[in-house]
């Protein structure tokens, strides 16, 4: 049996909880190489850090910095991939809650997905994972009452973090998918805890849940990466633990 073709991927969003938790089990994955865009890579663990399948780019981190967004895309072949953790820092939290802060107040993640794109454009990347949360809307969904009242109470008390995510998915259908191979992965709850699985699907279809795991996003992540997997493109899925662990 032939080696499997080395792929590098590009991580933003690394040095937070659900990007530790993807680089961990990335690394297990002999042929995958990853490339991390951060401002601070001190936040990563030194055996991430130090890990030889782990390289830190050089540049600003910033998801305002167009050129240094295009730079590490340029390190990426057409069929290497890039996998996205943006969202609301925790340590911030409060900070986006303020009605009178300047945190969260623009677009500020569907922005640096203009630019990510952009960048995919001119060098002839075409795959991204990009995050979402169950507060973007899919046709596909159905009522699912947990969801429902997660995404309202985010909605009031949490407006511009629900605002920027919701931005998200709203960018992402501009994409044309002759252009791009996006996914945006919609999650609930993030959750630390045993793996057990994860599914896909959309809300209230009987499989999906309102919460995950981090370590089953991390392996469903690197699943559809390692396989090829091309049935969600130009999609947004929700990925949660399967309703058939819950019920045990």
Do not use: C
């Not at 990853?34 to 998801?63: C, D, F, M, W």
């Not at 995404?151 to 791009?180: A, S």
């Amino acid at each position: 049996m032939a080696a499997a073709q080395e792929r590098q991927i590009l991580v933003f969003g690394a040095t937070g909880p659900a990007g530790l938790a993807f680089l961990e089990e990335a690394v297990t994955i002999p042929h995958l190489q990853l490339l991390v865009y951060a401002r601070t890579p001190s936040k990563l663990p030194n055996s991430l850090l130090t890990h030889p399948q782990i390289e830190v780019l050089p540049g600003t981190g910033s998801l305002t910095d167009a050129a240094s967004i295009r730079s590490a895309v340029a390190h990426l072949r057409p069929t290497d991939v890039i996998v996205s953790f943006l969202g609301p820092p925790a340590s911030q939290i409060l900070a986006w809650m303020n009605p009178f802060g300047k945190e969260g107040k623009e677009p500020i993640f569907a922005n640096a997905y203009r630019l990510i794109v952009d960048a995919m454009k001119s060098t002839g990347v075409r795959r991204i994972f990009a995050l979402g949360t169950i507060s973007i809307a899919d046709e596909k969904d159905n009522n699912m009452l947990s969801a429902l009242a997660m995404v309202w109470i985010v909605r009031l008390l949490f407006n511009r973090g629900w605002r920027n995510m919701v931005e998200v998915g709203r960018f992402f259908d501009t994409v044309p998918v002759e252009d791009i191979d996006w996914t945006v992965y919609r999650v609930g709850l993030l959750l630390n805890g045993e793996t057990q699985a994860a599914t896909d699907g959309y809300l209230g279809d009987g499989k999906t849940t309102s919460s995950i795991r981090r370590s089953e996003l991390a392996k469903w992540l690197v699943t559809q990466i390692t396989s090829d997997e091309s049935k969600w493109i130009g999609q947004k899925p929700v990925v949660s633990t399967s309703a058939k662990v819950t019920r045990r």
